[in-house]
């Protein structure tokens, strides 16, 4: 009964290749996020998704392409990948107005 | 540009000791601060938050004090445990009618407990 759940925790590619990244709350909250946590340890945000509507995208490349098919899903598709997109990737949710935001255990993208 | 700086990459503590993790920040429009705790392979976890009409949170073991005038915060943690040993993230949301629920992110603390 895990309350965010990632797929698959650990993702090792080519360059070039496209691969997605899953993500899903049961937490029955309205607002899921994505962050990236890059080799120097900064969690930076790239986007937020409240009630299936994208509300924040930083600036992030657009072969990062999110997609939520409800709100309990939200689930990340990176095309053409690149060395540098190794990173950590984190899933979070929240209720719209709340602060907390809950994080999954994370997805370790390894581009070769 | 970071707006949330944590300046100590790492922390050692004897256990039974207090534990300080500092937290610095720039954007005066930040309203709400929170502290996260994460451990080796699993996703930070919500650790206790304090609001910028408040100075002090307290938790249990876990105090946060908020000073505003000098856009400082620090977690207080005692006595400490050695299963207290993760990364502290410290982070900050702006003032409503921003982004929804955007969080800005500090690099972490290391904290480490010794018996």
């Known amino acids: 009964d895990t309350a965010v759940s990632q797929t698959p925790k650990y993702l090792v590619t080519q360059m070039g290749n496209d691969k997605s990244i899953k993500c899903e709350q049961n937490?029955?909250?309205?607002?899921m996020y994505w962050y990236k946590q890059d080799s120097k340890k900064f969690l930076k945000i790239m986007f937020s998704y409240n009630n299936k509507e994208l509300i924040i995208n930083e600036t992030v490349p657009n072969r990062f392409s999110p997609k939520s098919p409800d709100k309990a899903h939200l689930n990340l598709h990176i095309n053409s990948l690149e060395l540098g997109d190794s990173a950590v990737y984190f899933c979070a949710s929240s209720q719209a107005a709340g602060n907390e935001q809950f994080f999954g255990p994370g997805t370790r993208l390894t581009v070769l | 540009d970071q707006q949330v700086k944590q300046n100590s990459p790492s922390l050692s503590v004897q256990e039974g000791r207090i534990s300080i993790l500092n937290c610095d920040y720039t954007n005066s429009m930040f309203d709400y601060f929170l502290w996260y705790k994460k451990y080796p392979a699993e996703g930070p976890t919500f650790l206790i938050s304090?609001?910028?009409?408040?100075d002090k949170n307290e938790d249990g073991r876990f105090t946060v004090f908020l000073n505003k005038s000098a856009k400082h915060l620090s977690l207080h943690i005692v006595p400490s445990q050695p299963g207290d040993s993760a990364v502290y993230f410290c982070a900050a949301r702006k003032k409503r009618g921003s982004t929804l629920g955007r969080l800005y992110f500090g690099r972490g603390t290391q904290l480490t407990v010794w018996p």
């Open positions: 937490l029955g909250h309205d607002t």
């Open positions: 304090i609001s910028s009409i408040k």
